[in-house]
Each structure stands twice: as C-alpha cells, then as structure tokens.
C-alpha cells in the first residue's frame, strides 16, 4: 500500500493492565514489535507513537512522540497523523493482537473522499483498525482545544464512511480483530500457553438428591522460583498475574530493597517457572530484619527489651471519609470476577483519588505485596492511599502496610489481636467487618470523618 502510512498509537496510559502496554508479550516477543514487523509487509511507511523511544531500536520504524497534551488516544493519533508523509492512515492500538490484512483491502477499496473509514460493529463506533486522513489535524486540535477528548464523539464530527456489522461480520473470520488486551488476566488466559489464572476440571456435581457432570474453573496455584542475585531466594505459591510487582512487593517487604531504584535487571521465565531480580547490594539471606522487627513489636511481656526504633511508623495527615469506605466497600464486594468464577482467591484493593486498582491471589500476603510493588515501581507516595482487603488483618499484613506508607486498611473480616496492637504502635488505622452500613474501627479513630 504505497499511498497509505500504518499508525501504531503506543503513548497511552494503562492503569487496567498495571504495566506499559509496549511491554506486552506474546511468545516471547513483544506485541507491539510483532505489529510492526507485521505491518512493514504490507505499509511503505509505519510510525509508532511512543515517548519510549529505545524499546524500538533496530526496528527501522518511525518512532514520534505526542505533541498536544491530554489524556485521549487522539492526542497520539493526532501526532501520527502530523508525521506522516501519506495522505490516508491505517491506525491501531499496541494492544490489538490480531491485524487482519483482508480487512485492511477492504478499507483501501473504500478510499474515496471521506475523512474516514470506521466500523460499526456490535452497535459501538470501533476508532481503530480503521483509515483517517491526514488532513484532519486541524479538526482534532481544535476539538481538544474546545475541552473535548472523546474519541467516538470526534469521529461524528467527521465527514466518516461507516462499515456496517453485516460487513464487518465477514472478515472476523476465527478471532475478533477488534479485541484489545486489557489486564493481565487476558493476557495470560487467552494469549499464552504457559500459565493461566484458572484450569476446567470435569467435576460430579451434587445438589440434594440430584448429581451430575459439569466444567468448573478451578483457580490455578503456580510455583515461581524466585532468584535474587543468583542465590534462591524463595520459591512461591501465586495466582499468575502481576507477577512482577508481587515479587518487587515481596522484597520491599522483607526488607531487601527500599527503593525501586535498587533493582538493576529483572527477567521472568514462565515456562522455567523463574524470576531472577539482580540489585544492587549484597543481602545476607540469613537474617532478616522483617523477622527482627515483628519479634520486637508483637513479642510477649516477658520480653523486656522492644526495640521500638525499628518500627516503620506511618506518618499520614490525611482524614478519610466513612461514606465514601462504604461505598467503596460495596463495589469492591462485586468486583472479582475470578473469585465468582473459581472461589479461589483473596481480593485487595488499592485506592486513591479517583483511581481503584484490584489485585488477586491465591494468597492474601501475596495480594498485598502485589499492590506493595505497584506502589513501589510507579513511585506513588500519597496521603490519601489505602487498601481494602477481602480476608483477615493479620500483624504480616500490617508491617507490609506499614513499609510502604499505607495508613488505613479496611477488610470484610476481622483483625487478629497482634494486628490491632501493632497497629497502635505503626499509626496505622484498622476497620474490620466492613458490610453493609457497618464497621468496626479498632485504631486510630481520629483519622476518620463522617
């Protein structure tokens, strides 16, 4: 296709998948590369638009940053649009796995005069795998500059030709060209080969009197060993998914790293079951300070010397609001899909401003590293952070809290008698049996408002 460039919008952000989605991998490669690669057969020209410039070297694209600031794909679009060198754009997204190339004649046999070519399919206007012309910078910056971002509402200002879904619909062929990976849970159920959070089993089931043969999901329990500087360090039982920030989350906890600073490489082998984290210290595996501390600050009264100078005490000045932990609460009791489908995880869930984050494990300390090691790579030191948690408060969970500055942890279930006492001395406020309009606050109670 001489006359028309490819575009690749990769600059958004991506608070569903956790993680950049340009580090998406497929089979060992990433999508995102594999897209080029793809579409250098068919286009004379592609353009990736990304600020991360170095994940694309060797790979003789144009690689062009945002110009308009913003937070809408249009912005990427409008810089690839602005860049390129051909009159009409075939645009997709770094994570849309299947391009289909029938399809993309089709698009080209349309080009006539309009500015764009968008498919209507299962009654939603689909922005991407579809054509744009260059010319309509112009209509895009002046409807950003109005306060305007929404990417279906910019394409009916447009003079747009629209592919109904009785066209649509004969291209689709075995896979939906239009699905995008949103999360991890995605990525590993339908892409990879290796892990998946779930397995179907054949199970008998039995209800009264009457039995008979179903396929239930059953949540999968996958051993990762874990290499830190060459020497094992542990070997963990998880759910996989957010595997990186869980292992980061857990070192951050034991003490072994403070700062995401400290990690040099980092590297993941699903099929070898294998993470290998090199830092930039020694660690004397022999000893570690978590056990110190949680010895000194839970230890019995016959124990007379506490060293009461190594506990990470949280220090928050933010008041958090008892409606909004309600409702907060109650959205957070719907939202696992994975514990509805296999009943086999514990849920966390990390909140702050207007932004909700759910981890999921098959173990709570492993949920909570996970969000311990969101919190650690992506630098976020806020007042007003906390966590709600599906399964009991124990003392673990608090230091872990504690480490990274979390000041409020909220769960449906209730707090041991060493959580509680540490809480005390950490600064951290607990509320326990949080159902329906509901809740026990067992520390700290100053630091809620009605």
Request: charged share 25%; glycine share 4%; proline share 2%.
């Amino acid at each position: 296709m001489k006359n028309i460039s490819a575009i690749i919008l990769a600059g958004g952000k991506s608070s569903r998948m956790k993680f950049n989605k340009e580090y998406i991998k497929i089979k060992d490669e990433f999508l995102v590369h594999k897209q080029i690669k793809e579409l250098q057969k068919v286009f004379n020209e592609v353009i990736v638009v990304s600020s991360n410039t170095e994940h694309y070297d060797g790979l003789n694209v144009h690689v062009v940053s945002d110009i308009l600031s913003g937070s809408t794909p249009l912005i990427g679009l409008h810089a690839g649009l602005l860049h390129s060198t051909n009159e009409y754009n075939y645009v997709i997204a770094c994570d849309m796995p299947f391009i289909n190339f029938n399809f993309i004649d089709y698009l080209d046999s349309l080009i006539d005069e309009a500015d764009a070519y968008v498919s209507e399919y299962h009654n939603y206007i689909e922005p991407f795998n579809a054509i744009y012309n260059s010319s309509i910078v112009n209509i895009i910056e002046e409807f950003i500059s109005n306060g305007n971002y929404g990417f279906q509402k910019m394409v009916r200002l447009l003079n747009t030709e629209y592919i109904p879904e009785s066209k649509v619909s004969k291209f689709q062929e075995n896979f939906d060209m239009f699905r995008n990976i949103n999360n991890e849970s995605e990525l590993y159920n339908d892409y990879n080969d290796v892990t998946s959070n779930y397995q179907n089993f054949e199970v008998m089931k039995v209800i009264g009197e009457e039995s008979f043969k179903v396929t239930d999901k059953v949540i999968t329990e996958y051993p990762i060993n874990i290499y830190v500087n060459s020497h094992h360090y542990s070997t963990m039982m998880i759910t996989p998914e957010n595997i990186e920030f869980l292992v980061i989350g857990a070192l951050h906890s034991e003490m072994i790293i403070k700062d995401i600073n400290e990690i040099k490489e980092f590297s993941i082998d699903l099929e070898a079951h294998r993470c290998d984290v090199l830092i930039n210290h020694e660690v004397n595996f022999k000893n570690f300070e978590r056990l110190n501390i949680l010895s000194s600050a839970c230890g019995s009264s016959s124990k007379p010397q506490i060293d009461e100078s190594k506990l990470p005490r949280v220090k928050k000045t933010h008041q958090f609001n008892l409606k909004t932990i309600f409702e907060q609460v109650s959205v957070f009791n719907k939202e696992s899909v994975l514990f509805k489908e296999t009943g086999g995880v514990h849920s966390v869930e990390l909140v702050y401003s207007d932004k909700k984050l759910l981890f999921e494990d098959i173990g709570r300390h492993n949920a909570v590293d996970k969000i311990v090691g969101y919190l650690l790579k992506n630098q976020i030191k806020r007042d007003d952070v906390y966590i709600i948690t599906s399964g009991r408060i124990s003392s673990d969970i608090l230091l872990k809290s504690a480490l990274i500055n979390i000041g409020l942890v909220v769960s449906r279930s209730a707090p041991t008698s060493l959580a509680v006492k540490l809480a005390e001395k950490l600064g951290i406020t607990i509320i326990g049996f949080a159902r329906g309009n509901k809740l026990n606050i067992y520390t700290h109670n100053d630091r809620m408002i009605k």
